[in-house]
């Protein structure tokens, strides 16, 4: 499986884990391998153990945008852009 680095999903992989809690804290808002869509992290339950993963999806006609923590509509055009390149790398890997 090519995972597209800095990307998450709360379904396939989770960044609200106690790891990322501890060096990051709650609260905290990660990519989502959708450009659309982003991820906030609960308090991490020590009982439970483990923190909620909740995805978002930004407004239409705006992006995410990781180094702003917001969702944008200026970087759609870069964004498509990293992510196509990153999808290529990938594609690549599986005919090496």
Same mark, same amino acid.
């Given at each position: ?6 990307? #998450? /999903?709360? &379904?396939?992989?989770?960044? *609200?884990?106690?790891?990322?809690? $501890? ?9 989502? #391998? /959708?450009? &659309?869509?982003?991820?906030? *992290?609960?308090?991490?339950?020590? $009982? ?49």
């Amino acid at each position: 499986m090519c995972v597209v680095a800095g990307r #998450y /999903s709360c &379904r396939l992989s989770n960044p *609200c884990t106690y790891l990322f809690i $501890v060096v990051y804290g709650y609260g905290n808002y990660y990519e989502h #391998y /959708s450009p &659309r869509k982003y991820i906030q *992290c609960g308090v991490w339950n020590p $009982v439970a153990q483990y923190a909620s993963c909740t995805e978002y999806t930004c407004p239409p006609g705006t992006l995410w945008d990781q180094s702003s923590t917001m969702c944008t509509g200026d970087v759609k055009s870069r964004k498509m852009l990293s992510i196509f390149l990153q999808l290529l790398s990938c594609i690549q890997l599986l005919f090496e």
